[in-house]
């Protein structure tokens, strides 16, 4: 079964408008983190967000915030007022503990984001 | 502070033969995380390495397999290159279970 699931493959916005892109999650460990990255077609992943389980607010970071519904297990990235850099492969990724040793990044499919203007 | 960084950034082999990339972390960085990135695809976990052990390794066949150098620099290895190999190889690091995960810009593998 899929830990981190992204359900739209694409997005197109125009600049300035608001977009959400959806992640959910699925884990039984109570610990865990959530985090957005961005991937420019340079290849290189750029840190976005990062949410931990025990947060009690949602994060923000500058135009992004990140809409944590703990009981429905999602975690959606929200980006105000689109510019036409923000185009990119998004994707959401959670920490999990993979043994006694430590943890890893499980990422999703990811997302297209395609900013017009 | 020096971001990752991977060389080299393209890398052009045939089928059947070895290649080599490398990894060094953010200074202070003792665990480094390799990615297989096939196009179209998201990050497939690979290796995990800290302190200079193979900690975990993802589902991957044991041609994939590396080490990590006093330096906690590393080095992917995969032997008997495949098609499917080709992909972008992405390497992270993070200190130990601490923070977030900063990634270098990559290796293109492209195996002909």
């Known amino acids: 079964a899929q830990k981190i699931t992204q359900t739209q493959p694409g997005m197109f916005v125009q600049e300035k408008e608001a977009v959400t892109l959806d992640c959910t999650y699925d884990t039984s460990d109570p610990s865990y983190g959530l985090f957005w990255y961005k991937q420019p077609s340079s290849g290189e992943m750029i840190f976005l967000i990062y949410?931990?389980?025990?947060?009690?607010q949602n994060a923000t970071e500058g135009r992004y915030s990140l809409n944590f519904q703990k009981a429905r297990k999602s975690a959606n990235l929200v980006i105000s007022a689109s510019q036409l850099g923000d185009s990119a492969m998004y994707f959401c990724a959670m920490r999990e503990l993979i043994n006694q040793a430590g943890t890893a990044l499980i990422f999703g499919k990811g997302t297209t984001l395609s900013v017009s203007s | 502070e020096a971001g990752v960084t991977q060389s080299p950034t393209h890398l052009i082999k045939t089928r059947g033969q070895q290649a080599t990339l490398r990894c060094s972390p953010i200074s202070g960085h003792t665990s480094v995380y390799w990615y297989q990135q096939a196009l179209g695809l998201g990050l497939q976990f690979l290796l995990w390495y800290d302190e200079g052990e193979e900690r975990n390794r993802g589902n991957f066949p044991p041609r994939f397999s590396g080490r990590q150098f006093p330096n906690y620099s590393s080095e992917l290895n995969v032997n008997a290159l495949e098609l499917e190999d080709s992909a972008l190889y992405l390497c992270a690091s993070i200190r130990w279970n601490q923070g977030g995960y900063t990634f270098g810009s990559g290796t293109r593998l492209t195996v002909v």
């Open positions: 949410q931990g389980s025990y947060d009690q």
